[in-house]
């Protein structure tokens, strides 16, 4: 199977929040397909539906129609052995690592957690994937014992990678991962992402504006425009050859495009 996740005409509605109109299409007949061991960025200025599709994937939304195939398999028509499965082999990394940390537990706690949820592992087989995570995304592997303000932001991020991985998961969602740290910062963990990608087959999707990062990590891009895909290409074609009117303006409306 190449593809591990499709897309298909997904429609996703809210209850407007404004009093006006009774809804909104949110996402409006997106189709893509995520090929295995892939990064697809999903990029579009804000509002324009990203994040609600990571939430139709990780089914923190319903669709209104449309389908959204994973390993070939309507999620919502999944046996019931997949469906349990199916969020551990589905992982979201967040924009903020200041706020998905819970502050109050210890980083070995942050991280054994989603083995003794979703898990039978013992406890030193749980120990031994947390070592190994640690090391896999450059932290060190006594780090277990400190809480989350003794690291740096880009060392919240690696934990929360860290935390996404422990589950050997198939696909990670990614939604602005970087947008709140430091430029330099940035760089190492997108960095970090594309060796996972690599050592591990990783599949990801990953959701920016930043079209710099787009344009050194994803192998393909999807430009979203008001809810709808308006155009997909290999990351090189999109930057040389936009198609779109708005993928243009979305590329002049870029700083200077610096690689990392
Ligand atoms: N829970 C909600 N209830 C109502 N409307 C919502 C809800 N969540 C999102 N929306 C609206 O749906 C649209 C798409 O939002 P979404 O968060 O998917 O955009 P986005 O592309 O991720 O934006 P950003 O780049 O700012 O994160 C926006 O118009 C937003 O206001
Ligand atoms: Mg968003």
Redesign the pocket.
Known sequence: MDNLLEIKNLKVE????NEKENS?L??NDVSFAIKNGEIYALA??????????A?AITKLVKPKSGEILFMGENIYRQNSEKRKIYPKEVQMIFQNPYSSLNPKMKIGDILIEPLDINTKYSRSQKINIIKNVLDEVGLAKNCTELYPHEFSGGQRQRIAIARALVLNPKLIIA??PVSALDASIQAQIINLLKELKFQKNLTILF?S?DLNVIRYLADRVGI?YF?KLIEENLTENIFKYPKEFYTKTLLDSAPNLVSF
């Open positions: 809210y209850k407007s929040l909104i949110a996402v579009g200025e804000s509002g324009c539906g990203k994040s609600t599709i939430k939604d602005e959701i504006h979203m809810g």
